[in-house]
């Protein structure tokens, strides 16, 4: 199989990975997946969560940034910009998560097992579960059963994505029960994830568990186990739970957000604003614009394909006269929620590292997320819309305690010596005597209001979704996976380049709403899914022969 490497490629990255996120132990692990030696349990951990969240994460070798420029969170000029995708497209990504993430991950089981450190155990395969779900709704089928056995098989065959699915809640279950062992050891500070709190992991599995069911539910009745998970709310991940790679400020090694770096460290930078999300916040008045992006731009910009205000950026698929200029200088950035870069305070100016301190975490699953899933299972699972409006509002408040925890971290000044300088970052308030000023009182009035005036299941998943789609910036799977299982929001697309036939204006598919606007073309239609990685295809012999049509092939649980 490819995605085996040898012991010096493998040691490189992780090198690579303490440089750029920070962990001086990763240096220590020196073992050969292949043949893998005894290594301390407590050098592989944190060695699979740098990788977990370097490939799910949302920078250039991740998988959240392509998914989010899919979901008009991002415009890039890649070929996923235009819905084009290849073999090469996801190469880091595919070869990572194996490579660097599981087989360490499978060392950690297999050890710890004979080691009877079943708390390395119960979140190695809560780890597991997580990483492999998050595959299979990429790519579908996958090496799964024989995915990780070295050299016992170089040529593993590709399971079905719903059999693994199936084999996932197995995993969870039994990673659970594995943490509530009396164990020879439990990770503390190398966790980190949870620091080694066997009660937060314990709730994290839960609340994975959760969402797979929400994620399978158009394939069977799964009305029964989700009741069993809300029974007990508090066996979920709680407020304080976020699963989150938390970064450092440190520069020598870089340990900064692997997005901070590639937007703010790196002036080439990687990414611009998407056109859609920009609007559908500016429409909404939302309050969290100014810590969502920033914007270097002062007044009009002779050279932008599209301006509002000071927001500058290049629109999805623009073929524009301006699509291709050097606008590094001017265009609008990812800010302060994603990646730890600038507060918007309205003063504009060319943005770098010495502004934001890099520092906000990954975000994978988090508490808001939890609510925004009960609410939309509560739904259309088990038929309450008065228990959906609950769980959205505390999805809606949840969102913004994160940015505005985000934001008290951020505006202590003088907090990082090499910051020029620092700027005060006010956190939104909940209520402000002045109503032409934004709080977080008012946009939750308004977002129930949205959920309220909803007629129909569908308008009221509509706004739940919306709310979800804008908490989620940052982290582009959840996004991309929710819109395939739901169709919202209702983002729009280039040229509509679809094979969808006509558009139902109640309902329409997913990805075949029209931007209307004839200085945009997409080079192919919306993708379900995303390509493998064609040198594992040419190689394992049990592999696919060809690429899936990924507009017409889907995943198993996208039946919408």
């Keep these: ?124 395969q809560l780890q597991k579960a997580y990483v492999v779900s998050q595959m299979v709704d990429m790519w579908g089928d996958l090496p799964y059963s024989e995915g990780l056995l070295g050299t016992a098989n170089k040529a593993p065959k590709f399971d079905k994505d719903s059999e693994i699915y199936a084999d996932l809640f197995r995993l969870i279950d039994e990673g659970v029960a594995n943490l ?21 992991w314990s709730h994290f599995g839960r609340t994975l568990k959760l969402k797979l069911y929400n994620q399978i539910r158009l394939t069977r009745d799964v009305s029964s186990d989700v009741r069993a998970l809300l029974a007990t709310p508090d066996n979920l991940l709680l407020s304080n739970e976020d699963f989150e790679l938390k970064y450092g400020a440190s520069t020598q090694p870089d340990n900064r957000n692997l997005g901070y770096i590639g937007d703010y460290v790196n002036s080439g930078r990687e990414n611009t604003i998407g056109r859609y999300f920009f ?24 050279i932008a394909d599209y301006q509002n205000g000071n927001f500058v950026t290049v629109k999805f698929g623009s073929t524009g006269a301006n699509a291709s200029a050097n606008n590094t200088g001017v265009r609008t950035l990812p800010g302060l929620y994603p990646v730890g870069g600038r507060f918007d305070a309205g003063k504009g100016g060319n943005a770098d590292a010495t502004y934001g301190k890099g520092t906000v975490a990954q975000r994978l699953l988090t508490f808001f997320s939890r609510k925004f899933t009960e609410a939309e299972l509560q739904l259309t699972v088990l038929n309450n819309p008065t228990a959906a409006r609950t769980a959205y509002e505390e999805g809606v408040r949840a969102s913004f305690k994160k940015l505005n925890d985000i934001a008290q971290a951020e505006g202590i000044p003088n907090a990082v010596k090499f910051q020029a300088a620092p700027e005060l970052v ?135």
Excluded: H
């Design 279 to 302: 609007e559908l916040m500016n429409t909404n008045r939302d309050p969290r614009i100014p810590y969502y992006f920033y914007n270097q731009a002062t007044g009009t910009v002779a």
């Design 426 to 560: 006010p956190i939104i308030p909940e209520t402000d005597p002045n109503t032409s000023k934004p709080s977080i009182s008012k946009y939750v009035a308004e977002a129930l209001l949205r959920f309220d005036r909803a007629t129909t299941t569908n308008g009221r998943l509509n706004a739940i979704m919306t709310e979800k789609y804008i908490a989620s910036f940052g982290f582009g799977l959840d996004a991309y996976t929710d819109f395939r299982r739901t169709g919202y929001p209702n983002i729009t697309v280039p040229d509509r380049a679809d094979n969808a036939g006509p558009v139902n204006p109640s309902n329409p598919a997913p990805g075949t709403v029209d931007d209307n606007d004839p200085q945009t073309v997409g080079q192919g239609s919306f993708p379900r899914r995303l390509t493998y990685q064609l040198s594992e295809l040419q190689i394992n012999p049990n592999a696919p022969r060809e690429q899936p049509d990924v507009v017409s092939t889907r995943i198993f649980w996208d039946k919408r």
């Design 180 to 200: 509530a062992k009396t164990s020879a050891r439990t990770p503390g500070g190398e966790d980190l994830m949870y620091g080694g709190s066997m009660s937060a």
């Design 1 to 124: 199989m490819n995605t085996y490497r040898k012991a010096s490629i493998a040691v490189a990255l992780v090198g690579l990975l303490a440089t750029n996120t920070g962990c001086s132990d990763f240096f220590k692990v020196n073992v050969d997946p292949l043949n893998p030696s005894a290594a301390r349990l407590s050098d592989l951990l944190p060695v699979t969560q740098v990788a977990m969240g370097t490939y799910l994460g949302f920078s250039v070798n991740g998988l959240s940034q392509p998914t989010a420029a899919l979901m008009q969170q991002l415009s890039t000029t890649r070929g996923i910009g235009t819905f084009q995708q290849n073999g090469d497209s996801f190469t880091n990504q595919w070869s990572g998560l194996y490579a660097d993430m599981l087989i360490n991950n499978e060392q950690i089981i297999k050890q710890g097992t004979a080691e009877q450190a079943w708390g390395y155990v119960g979140i190695a």
